[in-house]
């Protein structure tokens, strides 16, 4: 069975450190994707990245960046210079490969962990 | 514009009613699907939707019954509602031929049932 871990509940920072918001995964697939998604206060979930189980290489978007560690089954995520619009619910997720199926990506999501940067 | 839409965006109602939310797409995605998410938060899937065929089926009671007139469109209606119905439903939609491609959330529906 899949699962999702995000240890950290709420985290509470001041604008302009950085933050990591960690994941630890658990799957008996061999191939499989991770997913962060964002929930503002607003409500609505805002896809933020996808990273399949061969590509271990971290990404940068910006003020984001994304490190994935096979080997401790870690997916985490740094905000960089953290801003008051950071402030959400972040959720990480997995979805096992199906390869050569339709069968869509039932996601198992973690729990969230709510960011509030203060200004 | 919207990607996915779904109304209404709240719902309040009581015990025992049938309510429906229903749920569009323009993005020319394959699958559709219902997630719930809970009052701690937690989200979890309920059904999905490839091409109006229904391909996951969590354990849901049956009194939620999700339709699917056409590929764009995932309705979900629910009979005999109780209190413990009351969350937030995202319906979602991926295009499938991207192998696990990323789930397009509407913006939700928040019922409560009293």
């Known amino acids: 069975a899949q699962k999702v871990t995000q240890a950290q509940t709420e985290i509470s920072v001041v604008e302009k450190e950085d933050v990591t918001l960690d994941c630890v995964y658990e799957t008996r697939d061999t191939t499989y994707y991770l997913f962060w998604y964002k929930q503002p206060p607003s409500g609505e979930l805002v896809f933020l990245i996808r990273r399949n189980s061969f590509d271990e290489q971290n990404e940068i978007s910006g003020r984001y960046s994304w490190n994935f560690q096979k080997s401790t089954s870690s997916f985490n995520f740094t905000i960089t210079a953290s801003q008051v619009v950071d402030s959400a619910v972040y959720f990480c997720?997995?979805?096992?490969?199906?390869?050569?199926?339709?069968?869509?990506?039932?996601?198992?999501f973690g729990e969230g962990t709510q960011l509030t940067v203060n200004p | 514009d919207t990607a996915v839409s779904q109304t209404p965006k709240y719902l309040v109602t009581q015990m025992g009613n049938d309510k429906s939310i229903k749920c569009e797409q323009n993005?020319?995605?394959?699958?559709m699907y219902w997630y719930k998410q809970d009052s701690k938060k937690f989200l979890k899937i309920m059904f999905s939707?490839?091409?109006?065929?229904?391909?996951i089926n969590e354990t849901v009671p049956n009194r939620f019954s999700p339709k699917s007139p056409d590929k764009a469109h995932l309705n979900l209606h629910i009979n005999s509602l109780e209190l413990g119905d009351s969350a937030v439903y995202f319906c979602a939609s991926s295009q499938d031929r991207v192998e696990n491609s990323p789930l397009h959330f509407g913006n939700g529906t928040r019922l409560t049932v009293t």
């Open positions: 939707y490839n091409n109006k065929e229904l391909i």
């Open positions: 997720a997995l979805s096992e490969a199906k390869i050569g199926e339709t069968s869509g990506s039932r996601l198992t």
């Open positions: 993005l020319g995605h394959d699958t």
